[in-house]
């Protein structure tokens, strides 16, 4: 049983370009959540998705960031006009049914980069 | 708001030695979950070991094992037979508790030496 797949591992941006992020869950998982830790900080959550829609995007910057989750394919982080400050390690995890009892699995991280 | 306190940025230990590594939280809540993660050079986030917060019993997976004390609000992690390959960053975290949220500490880097 595959895990949580992430692509591309390694982004290099230069300012003001766009990264995508994309993520696909565990099989069977049809929640994914989006965390992002800055260097040497623990993971912090920026939102959670079901498949066409956003439960919670509470901690996810409110510009130049958006995610979504199609009802087909992997889910998506979009950062538009990248800046230094976003360079971190973008991890996304998935759970079956999204309930606080669910242990979510997470993938291997995309580490991006803004020169 | 729940929080996660580790106050061991870094911890050292001997082959084949025992460490524990400490693990504080805050909460309001009655009924949530605990996780150690492991984080390697690789970065990738393994699940090490959960605790229900209902449970009394301290969650085992072979060589590692937890202390929960609830009321305390502890929760740490013992690695037995430390093996170099148990080098990482290890992070605690809260789920549950009405939030989907996991809230992480900041980690604890442990070193084994051989």
């Known amino acids: 049983n595959a895990g949580v797949m992430q692509n591309p591992r390694h982004l290099v941006r230069r300012r003001g370009q766009e990264a995508r992020l994309r993520c696909s869950p565990m099989k069977g998982h049809s929640h994914v959540y989006w965390y992002r830790q800055l260097p040497e900080e623990g993971l912090k959550f920026m939102v959670y998705l079901q498949k066409e829609n956003i439960i919670d995007e509470s901690g996810m910057p409110k510009e130049r960031f958006s995610a979504e989750f199609p009802k087909e394919g992997p889910s998506i982080l979009r950062i538009q006009q990248v800046v230094r400050g976003d360079s971190a390690a973008y991890f996304c995890?998935?759970?079956?049914?999204?309930?606080?009892?669910?242990?979510?699995?997470f993938g291997p991280g995309t580490r991006l980069t803004v020169l | 708001a729940q929080t996660v306190t580790q106050s061991q940025p870094e911890m050292s230990v001997q082959e084949a030695e025992t460490v524990t590594l400490s693990c504080t939280y805050d909460?309001?809540?009655?009924?949530?979950?605990l996780f150690w993660y492991k984080q390697p050079p690789s970065r990738q986030m393994i699940l090490v070991i959960r605790?229900?917060?209902?449970?009394?019993q301290n969650a085992t997976e072979n060589r590692f094992s937890v202390n929960f004390q609830k009321a305390a609000k502890s929760f740490s992690l013992k690695i037995s037979d430390s093996q170099l390959g148990d080098a990482a960053m290890y992070f605690c975290a809260y789920g549950g508790g009405g939030t989907y949220k996991y809230i992480f500490g900041t980690g604890t880097r442990l070193k084994v030496l051989a």
């Open positions: 909460t309001s809540e009655s009924d949530y979950y």
């Open positions: 605790q229900e917060a209902y449970k009394q």
């Open positions: 995890a998935s759970s079956k049914t999204g309930g606080a009892e669910d242990t979510q699995y």
